[in-house]
């Protein structure tokens, strides 16, 4: 009999299937957190959304000035009139008030799209809805956050409750 020189190297078949059922393993317990993670973060951005709303509307209150809610498909910005009136346009920034920067900026997290139903939104002295013109707003408007779950906040009209 004679012996071979050469060694074959490699892993044998157990060892492969052990890798792969251990794979198998941690798929099945990180998958479903990580989706479950993912739906926390869009409902935690839409209750910040309905913040900003909120504070805006205070903001305009408290001030007895518009106040606008940019909004784009990226972010959202506020803005207050210089002076009173319900036709002055918003042109001051409003400071972040968690960094006391010198603007307020929202961005939504990674797969969510900011929508606005129809025109701006803007609150008038008293909190509520105006369009553009400084009439006070007689459709509700909505905000939709959009993704691979739409999640809308609806701004009352005439009163401006959010919801």
């Known amino acids: 009999m004679r012996e071979s020189s050469c060694l074959i190297k490699g892993f044998s078949y157990i060892e492969l299937v052990t890798v792969g059922l251990l794979l198998a393993v941690v798929v099945t317990i990180a998958l479903p957190k990580m989706s479950i993670n993912l739906t926390n973060d ?70 969510l799209v900011l929508q606005l139903s129809s025109g701006p939104l803007i609150f008038g002295a008293q909190g509520e809805p105006l369009t553009s013109s400084g009439v006070v707003k007689t459709t509700d408007t909505q905000l939709v956050l959009s993704g691979s779950q739409n999640i809308s906040i609806t701004i009352g009209q005439i009163s401006g409750h959010v919801y």
Do not use: E, H, W, Y
Not at 52 to 71: D, F, G, P, Y
Not at 78 to 105: E, H, V, W, Y
């Open 42 to 111: 869009r409902l935690g951005f839409a209750d910040q959304v309905r913040g900003v709303v909120l504070s805006a509307q205070k903001t305009a209150i408290a001030t007895r000035r518009n106040v606008c809610v940019n909004v784009t498909a990226s972010s959202i910005t506020l803005k207050r009139a210089a002076s009173t009136g319900a036709s002055q346009a918003c042109s001051i920034d409003l400071p972040d008030p968690m960094t006391g920067g010198n603007s307020f900026s929202l961005n939504p997290p990674v797969g």
